[in-house]
């Protein structure tokens, strides 16, 4: 028995239909859950800016803790830091303009290895990465802070290293100084 043509072409326009909704219905549930996925991952990481900014003002509150009642223009935190070969880490350099004349004065500071005994000193110098010797403008009675990263390579000997920050202002009365220690293990 034959078909009717129109029924055949009606046939096929229904199941063209029908494939037509699976995919609208496919689209609409990916769409929604891509939404839901984007919007746990913003919930889960959307506050690492905020927390990051939060540690930042603790920092600096806990620096400005250790100015008080002291005469230092330079504090070096921490004093004494363990890194491993191959590894990162950085100190916190508070700078504090404590001359007496109410002036804005220009600090800069040099950072040196003082137990240099069988050590490759231009080597270990090369670990810290900092704008040594590069003038910094502070404010009467304001406190410029600064990150010195100290990057260990994998190849740098196991021990101990100290180290001596010198500030220079551009008045003596600013000049200080701070020591710190790094510490170097293996992997």
Do not use: C
């Amino acid at each position: 028995m034959k078909t009717h043509p129109k029924r055949k072409i009606l046939g096929e326009k229904r199941g063209a239909l029908e494939l037509s909704m699976n995919t609208i219905v496919i689209i609409v549930i990916g769409v929604t859950l891509l939404t839901l996925g984007l919007r746990w991952i913003y919930s889960l990481f959307g506050g690492l800016q905020e927390r990051t900014g939060e540690i930042d003002e603790q920092l600096k509150k806990q620096i400005s803790n250790l100015f008080e009642g002291g005469d230092e223009s330079l504090i070096v935190r921490p004093n004494s830091v363990t890194i491993q070969q191959g590894k990162n880490k950085d100190l916190a350099f508070a700078i504090r303009n404590a001359i007496s004349d109410g002036k804005e004065h220009d600090f800069s500071y040099t950072i040196v290895l003082t137990n240099a005994e069988g050590k490759n000193i231009e080597e270990v110098m090369a670990w810290i990465t900092s704008s040594q010797g590069q003038e910094i403008g502070v404010a009467s009675g304001q406190v410029h802070y600064e990150l010195v990263p100290v990057d260990i390579p994998k190849s740098a000997p196991i021990g101990t290293y100290r180290f001596e920050t010198t500030l220079k202002a551009d008045n003596p009365e600013g000049n200080s100084k701070a020591n710190f220690i790094v510490r170097v293990v293996g992997e």
